[in-house]
């Protein structure tokens, strides 16, 4: 049985979702295919932190050598790495070791920066045009220190991000315990990024699913993309167990599954996953008011009314969703370390999921190389729920043939 569509997107994460509001806002016909149900992939387990803060790629000066640093005490790091002979990953764990460098930092910024406030714009219409209650909350994301070198590198990283536009408020200890008191007393301070939120991304995405439906989606869950045929540059059909879809054009947003899913379109599209995990408690006696980064040990912590979840952990290569108990348990440990917790937790849902990671950091967004009807959205590594709203505008800017909100060319996939 074949199936025609107008949009077809792969994937009902949070750039697939935002990317079909945004194309059925501009009047398209959409089909979303999922594997799974839609949003329920790598988004909704995740942190809920919209981070307009976080414009430096995840390639940058430092990750190598604090990931070095990291693996000689492999029980407390937030970093792992899968051992795996492929020449693909190999050759991604090169590139992106080559990648780590100010001139990608500096090459980087203005598209991570003009993307993030795109998103953010996007985010706060959204919520209020569809009247989205997700526990949203502007009261800023604190990172906390312990330790006066950290905390030094902290005020300097605040004064780097300020001189690119980003609103950040430094707090001495007697300014952090009255804004915090839940922080514990060795807290010696934070770094409070201002124009940060977070959200429950659950009830986002879900949400955003529900709109999406309403006005119009055609969606296919449990149904796996296996592969495409495509003649003279064009893709003619998309294959899944339950059958094939034709359509004018094709979205490939899958998240780190996106060059598995493409392995038959001869793409260059270097994406590695990088596992982390999510524990989600009942809300203890104390509250934090803001969400937290903990200093090295890189947790985030984020309250959602009525629940309160621990998130971290980087695993590089990693596919496996299965999350490690050993793991889940040491986020609580690391939590414990910074701020006052109950005895015993109500622990309600623990988690993993993928982020997907390019060589150099940052997305990769634009017109396939080569196939007239494909457009790639993917590669948003830690920050997709954040940078989702801005993705979708731009995927729809980019199937319509418009202007796009700002030039592409930095994140397109020719960079590969
Ligand atoms: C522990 C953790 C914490 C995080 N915290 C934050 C945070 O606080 N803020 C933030 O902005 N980001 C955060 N992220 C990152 C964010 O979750 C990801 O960047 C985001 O989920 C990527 O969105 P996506 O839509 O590209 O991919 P995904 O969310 O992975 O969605 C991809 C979809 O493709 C589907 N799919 C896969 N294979 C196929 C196939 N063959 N056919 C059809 N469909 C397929 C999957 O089922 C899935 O639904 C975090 C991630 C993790 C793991």
Not at 275 to 304: C, E, K, Q
Not at 383 to 389: E, F, H, N
Request: with cysteine; proline share 6%.
């Amino acid at each position: 049985m074949t199936t025609k569509s107008d949009v077809l997107i792969i994937g009902g994460g949070p750039v697939g979702l935002n990317s079909a509001y945004y194309l059925l806002k501009a009047g398209r016909r959409v089909t979303i295919l999922d594997s799974n149900e839609i949003g329920k992939g790598s988004g909704h387990g995740n942190a809920g932190q919209i981070v307009p803060s976080h414009i430096v790629p995840l390639a940058a000066p430092g990750v190598v050598s604090s990931a070095l640093k990291w693996m000689l005490d492999p029980s407390l790091s937030p970093f792992g790495m899968k051992i795996r002979l492929s020449p693909a990953y190999i050759l991604w764990l090169i590139q992106f070791a080559a990648a780590c460098s100010e001139a990608n930092v500096t090459r980087s910024i203005p598209s991570m920066r003009s993307l993030a406030q795109l998103s953010m714009t996007n985010l706060l219409n959204m919520l209020d045009e569809e009247r989205i209650e997700c526990r949203y909350q502007q009261t800023g994301i604190i990172t906390l220190f312990k330790d006066e070198k950290a905390f030094a590198d902290g005020k300097h990283e605040a004064e780097f991000l300020g001189r690119h536009g980003v609103p950040t408020e430094i707090l001495d200890k007697a300014a952090l315990h009255e804004c915090e008191p839940i922080a514990l007393d060795d807290v010696i301070g934070g770094v409070h990024f201002t124009g940060d939120s977070f959200m429950n991304p659950a009830i986002f995405l879900a949400e955003l699913a529900k709109r999406v439906r309403e006005m119009g989606a055609e969606v296919h869950e449990n149904t796996a993309v296996t592969g495409f045929e495509s003649v003279s540059g064009k893709i003619t059909k998309v294959r899944t167990a339950s059958g094939e879809f034709e359509a004018e054009h094709v979205v490939l947003a899958a998240g780190a599954w996106s060059p598995i899913v493409a392995r038959d379109l001869r793409l260059k599209l270097p994406i590695q996953p990088a596992r982390g995990y999510s524990v989600t408690v009942a809300a203890p006696r104390n509250m934090p008011r803001h969400a937290f980064i903990l200093g090295d040990r890189r947790v985030a912590v984020s309250p959602f009314g009525e629940l309160l979840r621990f998130t971290g952990r980087l695993e590089v290569g990693e596919y496996s969703t299965t999350p490690d108990p050993k793991w889940l348990a040491r986020l609580e440990m690391f939590v414990r370390e910074y701020i006052e917790l109950d005895e015993k937790l109500d622990v309600k849902d623990a988690w993993a999921g993928l982020r997907p990671v390019t060589p150099d950091g940052i997305p990769a967004i634009g017109r396939a190389p080569g196939l007239s009807n494909l457009t790639v959205a993917t590669g948003h590594a830690m920050v997709g729920l954040s940078l989702g709203p801005g993705t979708g505008q731009l995927v729809s800017e980019l199937v319509n043939g418009q202007k796009t909100a700002f030039d592409l060319r930095p994140l397109s996939l020719d960079r590969f």
